[in-house]
């Protein structure tokens, strides 16, 4: 029989302690005994032999990197920095007995010299914004390494913060839980775990970036450390918010807002832009594991065209290959894929292939038959399969310590996985791709990248697999939870290289910070239930806070069994969500728009076709999230920061600043209550006003999801449409919302949807502005800039405000700056 302490054993050998560990117990770093100063910033020589060095990357945005008990080594990389260097701003130094100071035009940051303390402060009001509580701390004595997952991995090492009495917390990226993180603990190591429910954790991604907000004033803090990380936002003590790591270096970036989406601006430099995705990534999506015979997939779309349904994208899921191995199609059920595609293609619609990191693990067998160099993932596998031959040949598969082979359990069976840290192979499962493009496949789906192993999802019997790493040959402790985004990387990048006239579109479930330079996501295996159905509001704006803006959940949810109702509140969310994609698990009940009765389809059609017409505003707002970092789908916070009322308001989002939507996310409810910030707000459906600052009750059947349009919007509506290209963007509608004084303005962002001839200039943005004038409005269309041509193309113009019959004018825009009368 298990003894208690065997019990509390168990406990500490699965981590489980260190969530409760008591930072304050660990050895301190310092005190500061000289410093040196540099262009960039200073560096600070500890009594204990540590270094610390504070870098001044921009006025608003400082690094801390600390090296316990030996100096900072030379070596500095990270896989999610995309801007490494930085033109410093003018910065200045100044000392004291007590402290060094680091002045930029926006922070001060002060080191307090005994015990080594860091304070940040606004350098405007010189009220501090984030200040440490103890000194950064490390496991000194080893007393932690045997709780801790790997104690070979490394030392744990923490940073604790003072707790403001009324801070927020926001981002983490991928969380089951609700928007504002205060009192919270998390973990991140990537997880494999279907069906995951509100609170579990870790899950699938780590995005170890937060944000944090007192008195409407922000600051954000990426601690970029890929060792399984912590981060507690007042839940041990409600003195401090603590983050760490079972390894690596503590080095973390300071933000200084105290504006969020400055923040975000900002982040989005250091780890990266998301790049435009072509546009046919914003139209309807359809899955299922899995649709097989090809027949099957046609007949899908047929049912979808018959039907009137809007769609871009079919997904082949795991059945499409020979036995689950990649870079294959099966002979019987996908005898001709090119074929298909090409079918699919002349009714509007793409194909999406599931890509899975597992390869499966397979010797050439005796007498193989020889693989038709030129077709090889259409030839049979089954004697010798060609990218176990190839990766293993060069040997880029990942090996355990001792030299072996590492072979997981995934879709088939024994399998190896490629190591991604190694640039050569990047380039040749990039290069790989060109099976599913020279077969007509339009954008690739990589799942089970935590990476998901059947042996053993917690990593464990990963441990010692070893990675290249840029000559440092460390194990999973420290890639585990950069696997996907290099898998995402490799895929990306290969998709550019063989096809550079179109843009790359991946699709992702695991992740690391910078994930968006290379990939959307998804959030993986949620369930059909309505508690997984509330937190897609939430886990959207959550990500959207960490800098992942493409994001989406399967449409109705993956597991269990949905109903009409859940599937209509379901798509009443997603069809504003970047990625609108309904799925579903092999043995589930299936979803399709129309499989429970032509009453919920038909409300699940007029939603689909608003999304489409909703388009260039969506197109629009994408693009700001490409070019400033600021999400797509928004928390009410991110758009009114001094409104507290909005700080943990998570069954309300905002697409851009103009669209408020307040969903259903509960059975048999017809009529809630909507909260709407300051100002005035237009019902998008009946144009009634209301004003903010209140919340408001509102009917909402099945067929209405509460949606509201700020006054001073103007947007822009596209023709009716079921899928892109089905004809051309010739007439444009701006629907417009005058505030009290009757103006309201837009910026309309076009390019060619496609190609990346956007990063070259080839776009246009055209303002408008509209004002009251004697009888009506004057509506001035200023002169675009950049030089897309959409060529002449009719825009209408109506007055939202005007009751039944609005006022409405329209002219041929060619491109020249005009003024427009509505009488
Ligand atoms: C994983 C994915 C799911 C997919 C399935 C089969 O569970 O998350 O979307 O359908 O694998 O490939």
């Not at 001709?336 to 597992?358: C, E, F, S, T, W």
């Not at 799925?583 to 007029?606: A, L």
Request: glycine share 8%; net charge neutral; aromatic share 12%.
């Amino acid at each position: 029989m298990k003894s208690l302490p065997a019990i509390f054993l168990c406990l500490f050998a699965f981590g489980v302690v260190i969530h409760a560990q008591d930072v304050t117990s660990l050895g301190k770093i310092g005190p500061v005994v000289s410093f040196a100063k540099s262009e960039d910033g200073v560096t600070l020589n500890c009594q204990d032999k540590s270094q610390v060095r504070l870098t001044v990357l921009a006025a608003d945005l400082i690094r801390v990197r600390a090296s316990f008990t030996k100096p900072i080594p030379a070596k500095d990389h990270s896989w999610a920095i995309a801007k490494e260097s930085w033109e410093t701003p003018p910065w200045r130094l100044s000392e004291t007995a007590e402290s060094i100071m680091i002045f930029t035009a926006e922070v001060e940051v002060v080191v307090h010299r005994s015990p080594l303390l860091i304070d940040f402060r606004d350098a405007r009001t010189h009220v501090v914004i984030n200040a440490d509580e103890q000194p950064m701390a490390y496991d000194a004595k080893g007393a932690l390494a045997a709780m801790m997952f790997d104690p070979k991995a490394g030392m744990f090492i923490a940073a604790a913060k003072k707790l403001g009495f009324d801070e927020h917390f926001y981002g983490l990226g991928e969380k089951a839980t609700q928007l504002d993180k205060r009192r919270g603990r998390f973990v991140n190591w990537n997880s494999d775990t279907p069906g995951y429910t509100e609170g579990k954790d870790p899950i699938y991604q780590t995005i170890p970036f937060y944000l944090g907000l007192q008195r409407g004033r922000a600051y954000g803090i990426f601690f970029d450390n890929s060792y399984r990380s912590y981060f507690d936002f007042g839940h041990a003590s409600q003195q401090r918010a603590w983050f760490g790591a079972e390894g690596g270096e503590l080095n973390y970036y300071f933000f200084c807002g105290p504006s969020i989406k400055k923040i975000l601006n900002r982040y989005a430099d250091l780890t990266g832009h998301m790049p435009m995705p072509p546009m046919w990534a914003l139209g309807n999506q359809q899955s299922r594991w899995s649709y097989y015979p090809d027949t099957m997939v046609e007949e899908v779309v047929r049912q979808y065209r018959e039907r009137d349904l809007p769609l871009d994208v079919i997904h082949l899921d795991i059945d499409y290959m020979q036995d689950y191995r990649v870079f294959t199609f099966d002979p019987k059920r996908f005898p001709n894929p090119k074929g298909l595609a090409d079918k699919l293609g002349k009714q509007g619609v793409k194909i999406v292939a599931i890509v899975d990191p597992g390869v499966k693990y397979q010797l050439p067998s005796k007498n193989t038959r020889p693989i038709n160099g030129a077709r090889p993932e259409l030839e049979p596998q089954d004697q010798r399969y060609y990218v176990f031959d190839e990766g293993r040949e060069k040997n880029y598969f990942q090996h355990r310590k001792n030299g072996d082979l590492f072979i997981p359990k995934v879709w088939p069976g024994d399998s190896v996985f490629v190591d991604y840290t190694l640039p050569e192979a990047r380039r040749w499962w990039g290069d790989l791709h060109r099976a599913y493009l020279d077969n007509g496949v339009a954008g690739i789906w990589n799942d089970m990248n935590e990476p998901s192993d059947f042996v053993d999802q917690t990593g464990k019997n990963q441990m010692d697999v070893v990675s290249y790493d840029e000559g440092e040959n460390s194990t999973h402790a420290k890639n585990r939870n950069v696997f996907a985004l290099l898998e995402a990387r490799a895929t990306y990048e290969g998709l550019e290289r063989l096809r550079p006239n179109k843009r790359p579109y991946v699709i992702t479930r695991a992740a690391y910070a910078g994930i968006q330079r290379y990939s959307t996501m998804w959030t993986g295996d949620t369930n059909s239930t309505w508690d997984a159905l509330a937190l897609n509001v939430p886990m959207f704006t959550t990500l959207g806070l960490s800098g992942e803006p493409f994001v989406g959940s399967d449409v109705g949810g993956f597991i269990g069994r949905g109903n009409g109702e859940l599937l209509v509140r379901a798509y009443q969310i997603s069809f504003l969500a970047p990625f609108c994609r309904n799925h579903k698990v092999i043995d589930g009940y299936d979803q399709e728009p129309w499989r429970f009765g032509k009453f919920y389809e038909d409300i699940i059609r007029k939603y689909l076709k608003l999304r489409y017409e909703l388009l260039p505003f969506l197109y629009t707002t994408l693009e700001e999230a490409h070019r400033t970092g600021v999400p797509l789908f928004r928390p009410l916070m991110l758009n009114y920061q001094d409104d507290p009322n909005t700080y943990n308001l998570d069954d309300e989002f905002m697409i851009g600043d103009d669209l408020l939507v307040a969903p259903i996310v509960k059975p048999d409810v017809t009529a809630r209550l909507v909260y709407l910030p300051k100002g005035v707000w237009y019902d998008y459906w009946t144009n009634k006003k209301y004003l903010g600052g209140t919340m408001i009750r509102l009917d909402a059947p099945l067929d209405t999801v509460p949606m509201f349009v700020r006054a001073g919007a103007i947007i822009p509506l596209g023709p009716q449409m079921n899928y892109l290209g089905e004809r051309p963007f010739d007439r444009m509608t701006f629907a417009i919302y005058p505030d009290d004084s009757g103006s309201a303005s837009t910026t309309l962002y076009e390019d060619d949807g496609i190609s990346p001839a956007y990063q070259q200039g080839a776009f246009r943005r055209t303002a408008l502005e509209v004002k009251r004038a004697a009888g009506g409005y004057v509506v001035s269309v200023r002169a675009p800039v950049g030089h897309y041509n959409p060529g002449t193309r009719k825009f209408s113009f109506v007055i939202k405000s005007a009751g039944p019959n609005p006022k409405v004018a329209t002219i041929a825009d060619d491109g020249r700056a005009r003024t427009v009368e509505i009488k």
